[in-house]
């Protein structure tokens, strides 16, 4: 069973800063495409950023020169560096791991909130 486990979620003021991580447990992190997204309610979860095995990143357009997404295998984990957040950032924020080989290896995290508000 794989798991997966964000942490860091939390309320900052407009402008702010936070750091979420991701933790997996599997036996080899290295092979996996792994990535961020969040979602509100009554609306779509949209993606937010992506880092792939061979460090490959993308980000989305609203999120473009303020996060930024890293991975550090040897701890099997991967990190969201958010800066000059706004309202609208506000969401459950949800990590993923997929196997860009086998499509039934993709596992979500619970989730986590970010709140950016005065």
């Known amino acids: 069973q794989v798991h997966v486990v964000e942490s860091g979620g939390g309320s900052v003021q407009p402008g702010g800063s936070l750091t979420l991580s991701c933790a997996v447990s599997?036996?080899?992190?290295?092979?996996?495409?792994m990535a961020w997204y969040r979602q509100v309610p009554g609306k779509e979860r949209e993606f937010v950023a992506r880092i792939t095995y061979y460090n490959n990143i993308n980000y989305a357009d609203s999120v473009k020169g303020r996060f930024t997404i890293s991975r550090n295998d040897a701890k099997n984990t991967v990190y969201l560096q958010m800066n000059s957040l706004k309202p609208e950032d506000t969401a459950v924020y949800y990590c993923n791991a997929n196997d860009p080989i086998n499509s039934a290896y993709n596992y979500w995290g619970q989730g986590t909130q970010v709140t950016v508000s005065s």
């Open positions: 599997v036996r080899v992190f290295g092979i996996l495409n």
